[in-house]
């Protein structure tokens, strides 16, 4: 069929304006000896930073052809590889994942840099993964918030009224080899709970301002 093969999609979100938005988190061999190489869609060998396209249909079913472009190839600025830089208006990231499109039209994206890479090479300076703020229409993206070490920030949701929001955090404290270590599972976190006889737990997080006001603003 002529299909793109694109850098390990992702999620997928749509916002008010019918832009449907994909991130694809990472692809290392990306234009490497017998891999798929460079492309429009996938612009970036060793795509080891992601990035987020989007595209608009127009609710013609029928089109042979669409809008499309890249909202953000993900990096940071001060990464010696030029591949690794990105083209980031604001704080600097990588492996973006989890998507989420608000009420207001902000997106929400959601970094995954796996344990094992985290922290070395391209992904050096990006510290753990965390979760941002978007706006669509300007292309500026903020630091929301970081979660704790060894983990992944995944799905998010809101009250109606945009007051209340809840995220996960995905196995905190997960070691660098990505296994558990059963003889001492405090090694790396004991988030939530910091209990001495605790261990790392999944959980949801329910986030508030502290004036009330709406998530974002």
Same mark, same amino acid.
């Given at each position: $069929? !002529?299909?793109?093969?694109?850098? /390990?999609?992702?999620?997928?979100?749509?916002?008010?304006?019918?832009?449907?938005?994909?991130?694809?988190?990472?692809?290392?061999?990306?234009?490497?000896?017998n891999q798929p190489a460079v492309d429009a869609a996938n612009p970036r060998?060793?795509?080891?930073?992601?990035?987020?396209?989007?595209?608009?249909?127009?609710?013609?079913?029928?089109?042979?052809?669409?809008?499309?472009?890249?909202?953000?190839?993900?990096?940071?600025?001060?990464?010696?590889?030029? +591949?690794?830089?990105?083209?980031?208006? !604001?704080?600097?990231?990588?492996?973006?994942?989890? $998507?989420?499109?608000?009420?207001?039209?902000?997106?929400?994206?959601?970094?995954?840099?796996?344990?094992?890479?985290? !922290?070395?090479? %391209?992904?050096? !300076? $990006?510290?753990?993964?965390?979760? $941002?703020?978007?706006?669509?229409?300007?292309? +500026?993206? /903020?630091?929301?918030?970081v979660g704790p070490v060894g983990s992944e920030i995944t799905g998010a949701?809101?009250?109606? %009224?945009? /007051?209340?929001?809840?995220?996960?955090?995905?196995?905190?404290? +997960?070691?660098?080899?990505?296994?558990?270590?059963?003889?001492?599972?405090?090694r790396y976190s004991s988030w939530p709970d910091h209990r001495p006889d605790?261990?790392?737990?999944?959980?949801?997080?329910?986030?508030?301002?502290?004036?009330?006001?709406?998530?974002?603003?």
């Open positions: $069929l !002529g299909a793109t093969k694109m850098d /390990r999609p992702e999620w997928i979100a749509i916002d008010p304006q019918g832009w449907v938005y994909c991130t694809l988190t990472n692809n290392s061999n990306r234009g490497q000896p060998a060793n795509n080891s930073m992601g990035h987020i396209i989007r595209w608009k249909e127009d609710g013609d079913f029928d089109a042979a052809a669409f809008q499309w472009n890249h909202f953000v190839l993900a990096g940071d600025p001060a990464n010696e590889r030029a +591949e690794a830089k990105g083209k980031v208006k !604001g704080d600097a990231f990588g492996a973006p994942d989890g $998507l989420w499109v608000d009420a207001r039209g902000v997106l929400w994206i959601q970094t995954d840099m796996s344990t094992s890479a985290m !922290g070395k090479g %391209d992904l050096q !300076g $990006l510290g753990n993964n965390a979760m $941002l703020a978007a706006d669509p229409r300007s292309g +500026e993206i /903020r630091r929301f918030l949701t809101a009250t109606p %009224d945009g /007051r209340t929001m809840f995220i996960n955090i995905q196995h905190p404290g +997960e070691s660098p080899s990505e296994r558990s270590d059963p003889a001492n599972p405090r605790g261990r790392p737990r999944s959980a949801t997080v329910v986030i508030r301002k502290s004036d009330g006001g709406v998530i974002g603003s």
